[in-house]
C-alpha cells in the first residue's frame, strides 16, 4: 500500500537515525513531505539524500529540540519551506541508565528537557497552524518503561510516564479542533539506543540477555517495526484513534 500520507506535511524530531530515521523514509516513501529536525546534521543530512534518490521529498533542519528558540526557527523554516505542519512525530529522546541514588540533579532535568520538554516545545510551536490548515495528528515515542519499570532507569521511566500522559491530554483537549495525539510505545529494539540500554543494563547486573527478551517479547525489535505503528497513527486509517497507547513491544507488556 502507497500513498497512506499524500499530500501530508510532516515533521519528525529525532528523525536522523534509528526508529526515527526509518519513519522518515517510510513516511516518504507513503507521500508526505518529510522534514527531519536532528542534533546530528550529518545523519539528517544522509537520511534526507536517502529519501530523495528513493524519489521522495525530504530536508533537514539542524536544532536541539528541548530548545525554545531552537525549535522556533526550525519549525518555521519547515513552514516556510512546506507549508503547515499536518503530521508531527515527537520522536527526539534518550536515556540515562543508573542507580536511583547516583543520579544528579542536572541529569535529572537534562533528561527531563530532551524526552518531555521537547515534546511540549514542538507540539505548541505546530500546533497553530496545523488547527488553521484544518487539523492533524501528533505522535509521541513513548516506550514500554512508561508502565513496566526497570531497575537503574527511575530517571527514564519517569520521563516515560510523563510522555504517556502528555499525548492523552493533548488529544483530549484539541480534539475539537481535529487533532489526534497518541503515543507509540516500542519494547527493546536493535537501534544504537537500544543495545545501548542494553548493554549499559547488562553491565549494572539487569539481565537483559537475548533469552530474557526473547521470553519477554519474543525477539528484539526492528526500527521498521516502530515506523510501521507510526505510520498508522499519523494516517488517515487511524482517524477515530485518539489519546492511546500503542504498544509495539509483541506483548511484552501483556505478560
Not at 188 to 196: D, E, M
Not at 201 to 227: K, N, T, Y
Request: aromatic share 8%.
Amino acid at each position: 500500500m502507497a500513498d497512506r500520507l499524500k499530500g501530508k506535511i510532516a515533521i519528525i524530531s529525532g528523525g536522523a537515525t534509528g526508529m526515527g530515521g526509518a519513519s522518515s523514509r517510510l513516511f516518504a516513501a507513503e507521500g508526505a513531505q518529510v522534514a527531519i529536525i536532528d542534533r546530528n546534521g550529518d545523519a539528517a543530512a544522509e537520511t534526507t539524500k536517502a529519501i530523495r534518490d528513493a524519489g521522495g521529498f525530504a530536508d533537514y533542519w539542524v536544532a536541539d529540540v528541548s530548545d525554545e528558540t531552537a525549535v522556533a526557527t526550525a519549525v518555521k523554516g519547515v513552514e516556510d519551506k512546506f507549508g503547515p505542519v499536518t503530521v508531527l512525530f515527537n520522536h527526539a529522546g534518550t536515556i540515562v541508565i543508573k542507580p536511583f541514588l547516583e543520579t544528579t540533579l542536572a541529569e535529572w532535568d537534562w533528561l527531563h528537557a530532551v524526552n518531555v520538554r521537547s515534546m511540549f516545545l514542538m507540539t505548541r510551536a505546530v500546533l497553530p497552524r496545523m488547527i488553521a490548515a484544518g487539523g492533524g495528528s501528533i505522535i509521541c515515542t513513548s516506550s514500554i518503561s512508561a508502565v513496566a519499570a526497570t531497575p537503574m532507569e527511575v530517571l527514564y521511566d519517569t520521563t516515560k510516564g510523563a510522555v504517556h500522559m502528555f499525548a492523552r491530554a493533548i488529544g483530549v483537549e484539541f480534539r475539537d479542533r481535529n487533532i489526534r495525539c497518541n503515543a507509540v510505545c516500542p519494547g527493546f529494539i536493535r537501534t544504537p539506543h537500544g543495545l545501548r540500554e542494553v548493554n549499559e543494563l547488562q553491565a549494572l547486573g539487569v539481565d537483559v540477555s537475548d533469552a530474557a527478551i526473547a521470553a519477554q517479547q519474543g525477539r528484539i525489535g526492528e526500527p521498521e517495526d516502530v515506523a510501521r505503528a507510526a505510520l498508522y497513527l499519523a494516517s488517515d486509517d487511524s482517524r477515530f484513534v485518539n489519546g492511546a497507547h500503542l504498544f509495539v513491544d509483541n506483548g511484552f507488556t501483556a505478560i
